[in-house]
C-alpha cells in the first residue's frame, strides 16, 4: 500500500505524452525452490463465518482490507489488525446489502463499495466505527472506491451522467473527474505519497493504456503493446500492471521512467498487481496446466507463494498488495470435494 496525497488541478485534464517506452526483454529470474524453503510464512485471515474471504489491501502497520462472506451468505467488507477483524456495514440497511472494503491507508481508514438499494452501488469512506461517507457519483448510477491516502484523497471510478465510467478523486465532500485520454472509460487504482495516481484509460481507438495521473495531467505510459493497465505505484514512480503483446498473452510489467520491463517468462500468462518502495512486485501467475500461484518478483527471483489454508494441490492463491515491511495479502481459493472456498491471506517474506 503507498499512500499519499493528490492535487487535481482545476479546469480539464490536459493529455501529455511521455517519450515513447523501451520494451526490455522478460527479466531472467531463478525460481525459489518451494515449498521446502518457501522463503515465507502464511497467515490465514479466513472468512466472516461463510464460504469466501478476500484481502484486497495492507498498510505499513499490517492492518488489512478485505471483503468477506458471512454465515447469512452476505458480504461485508472488514479491517484486519492481529487477528481480530472489523466487520463494516453498508450504507444501507436490509435485506441483500452488501459492502466491499478495498483500499487502506496507515491510519486506518477504509474505502470501498456498498451496495445501494436496487441495482446501485456507492464509493464509502469508513473512519472506523459507524462514520461512513457516501461518496456519491459522478452523475451516474454506480461508483466505487480503490484507494485512500494518509492525506484522506479517496480514488475509484464512477458512472458518469452520459452512462461512461471515469477515474475519480474525492476530497473532503467534492468528487473531481480526473478524465480519460479520449476514449468513454478510466479507473484510478492506487496513490502514492507524492500524489500520482495509476491506473488505466482508453484512448480515441478505444485501446486500453495504463496511465497516470501527475500534477493535473493524464499521462500515457505508452506501453508498448496492443493493450496495458496500470495497476500498482511506488514512491519512486515504478509502476506495475499487466500488458498484452500480438500474440494475446498477458505479460506482468515493470515502468520506471520510460523502460518496459517484462516481467513473464515462457507462455505463462502474468499479472502484476503491487510493488513497494524495495522494488518488490506481487502478482499471479497461471502456468501451461491452468495453475494460478501467488508471485513474488524480487532481486532477480520468482517465488511462488503455493502455501494456503488449505495445503491442497487444487489450491489456487493470488498475492493483490504490499507494503514496506514486505508482508503481502491476497486469497487463497480451494476445493475441499464438497464445497469451494476462498480464504483471505497474509504472507509475511522472510528472505
Known amino acids: 500500500m503507498h499512500v499519499g496525497r493528490k492535487i487535481v488541478a482545476s479546469g480539464l485534464l490536459v493529455v501529455s505524452l511521455v517519450g515513447l517506452s523501451q520494451l526490455q526483454a522478460p527479466a531472467v529470474y531463478a525460481q525459489t525452490p518451494t515449498p521446502t524453503n518457501p522463503g515465507y510464512t502464511s497467515t490465514t485471515i479466513g472468512s466472516l463465518g461463510g464460504h469466501d474471504g478476500f484481502a484486497s489491501d495492507i498498510n505499513d502497520f499490517g492492518r488489512v482490507s478485505g471483503y468477506a462472506e458471512t454465515e447469512s451468505s452476505d458480504y461485508r467488507g472488514f479491517m484486519w489488525r492481529r487477528g481480530t477483524k472489523t466487520e463494516i456495514s453498508p450504507l444501507l440497511s436490509g435485506e441483500n446489502e452488501k459492502s466491499y472494503a478495498y483500499g487502506i491507508n496507515d491510519t486506518g481508514y477504509v474505502v470501498g463499495k456498498s451496495t445501494f438499494g436496487h441495482d446501485q452501488t ?9 462514520n461512513k461517507i457516501n461518496l456519491g457519483t459522478l452523475g451516474g448510477t454506480n461508483s466505487s472506491a480503490s484507494d485512500v491516502s494518509n492525506g484522506e484523497r479517496v480514488i475509484g471510478t464512477s458512472d458518469t451522467a452520459n452512462g461512461e465510467s471515469h477515474a475519480f478523486m474525492w476530497y473532503r ?3 473531481t473527474d480526473l478524465g480519460t485520454l479520449g476514449g468513454t472509460t478510466s479507473s484510478a487504482n ?17 485501446q486500453n493504456r495504463a496511465v497516470i495521473w501527475k500534477n493535473g495531467q493524464i499521462i500515457d505510459l505508452n506501453v508498448p503493446a496492443i493493450q ?11 509502476i506495475v500492471g499487466t500488458m498484452v503483446l500480438t500474440d494475446g498473452i498477458p505479460r506482468a510489467f515493470v515502468w520506471d521512467d520510460g523502460v518496459t520491463t517484462d516481467l513473464s517468462t515462457g507462455t505463462d500468462y502474468t499479472y502484476a498487481n503491487d510493488i513497494n518502495d524495495a522494488g518488490i512486485v506481487v502478482g499471479r501467475t497461471y502456468d501451461d496446466a491452468g495453475n494460478a500461484k501467488a508471485t513474488v518478483w524480487r532481486n532477480s527471483t520468482v517465488l511462488y507463494l503455493w ?11 493470488n498475492a493483490v498488495a504490499i507494503n514496506e515491511a514486505n508482508q503481502v495479502v491476497g486469497y487463497d481459493d480451494y476445493d475441499d470435494t464438497f464445497y469451494f472456498f476462498t480464504d483471505a491471506m497474509l504472507w509475511q517474506l522472510t528472505d
Open 122 to 130: 456507492r464509493a464509502f469512506y469508513w473512519r472506523g466505527g459507524g
Open 173 to 175: 465532500g467534492t468528487m
Open 190 to 206: 492506487e496513490i502514492n505519497d507524492h500524489k500520482v495516481i495509476v491506473g488505466s484509460s482508453t484512448n480515441a481507438n478505444g
Open 228 to 238: 496495458s493497465f496500470g495497476n500498482g505505484i511506488n514512491n519512486h514512480e515504478q
Open 307 to 317: 502455501e494456503g489454508s488449505s495445503g491442497m494441490s487444487t489450491s489456487r492463491t
